[in-house]
């Protein structure tokens, strides 16, 4: 219903381009009316299912150590999302509460994004057919992650280097595979391609690669990559052939990308979403969870490439992609086995509603 009524507002934009349009005329309206209507959906919403059960846990084991103990006892998950729960409940609030503050720092992030674009509808439309797939099944720590990532590629291009260092770290810390989109850090949005000599980079390298170790001390890489490559995912399949259309469209019409300030972060992440489709084969959730973190260079595609070709017209194309857009959320909702998983409005043991029945017997081990 969201997605409909966002698609029909945005129709308009599609038979009428005068000045007085009302989807640029109202835009600052509609993209508030977007970013209020998905954080209140999203934030208090309820499911049961996929990573939100871990993240219930999760708060239930820290709200306890605190009730109990007086302290935040941290459960070494990244740390801008403890520091966000540990606030929660000093504040004495519930779940609910964490899941809101956060779809609103995401929606945000995503709004603003768009805004920065002309057809800003049309990357929402996107963001909705993915996220409801995808993020919207515990996007959490990792949407957070996105958030910060939209922001710092704002200031990336608009050589805000110091903002721009601030967010990508935020991001790392709130999802600690953010670190696949550190490489914009190095790169020059103008000038020559790099900010530095070559003795700094092997510094830098140096550098990642110890804090890296010190990430994965407790918990060993092998592990994590053991689990990742033993699960499939046949979406993931289709979603990185996806990207990777993305990635030849940039490279067959690069020309009109060429004078924009983000140019050499779409050059690179096209390089990646090409490479991530026969890579999904293989390690079909790796793929995908990467991905996510190429959303912004997705975005910008879509919402250029229309204005592109001569001989189809900007708005059958527009069509087309909201058409796939809607049926990629239709069909996922309605026939993914995982989205069985993914029950809104109908959580068994709802976080707010009554003390946890966990207390007693839960024993958090991962």
Known sequence: MIFLTISLIYSFYLY????????IKYKFTISSFVFLLL???????????????????????????????????TQKLDLVYEYLSFLTIFLNLQLDFLNLLIACIFIFSVVFFSNQEDDYLLIIL???????????????????????????????????????WIFIILAIMSHKFAIVSSFLIFLRPKGNWFYFNKYFYLLTLFIISFIFFKIFESKNINDYFEVYSSEHSSGAIYRTLAGTICGLLFFLKKSFFKKRLDYRYLYVSSTVLILLFPASF????????????FL?????IFCTIPNTFKIIRASVIKFVLVSIFFSHLLIWSNFSSQSKLYVPYRMIDYPGAIESPYKEFIRYCC
């Open 126 to 164: 996107a963001f909705l057919s993915y996220h409801y797939l995808v993020l919207g099944m515990g996007y959490i720590r990792q949407g957070l992650s996105i958030s910060f990532l939209l922001i710092f590629i704002h200031f990336w291009r608009n050589e805000k280097n110091l903002l721009s």
């Open 16 to 23: 009428d381009h005068n000045e007085k349009n009302v989807v």
């Open 296 to 300: 912004p260079c997705i975005f910008i």
């Open 39 to 73: 954080t209140i959906t999203i934030g208090f919403r309820d499911a049961l299912g996929s990573d939100y059960g871990s993240y219930y846990l999760d708060f239930i084991y820290m709200n306890i150590s605190y009730l109990d103990n007086e302290i935040f006892k």
């Open 282 to 293: 293989f390690y079909s959730t790796i793929s995908d969870r990467i991905l996510a973190y």
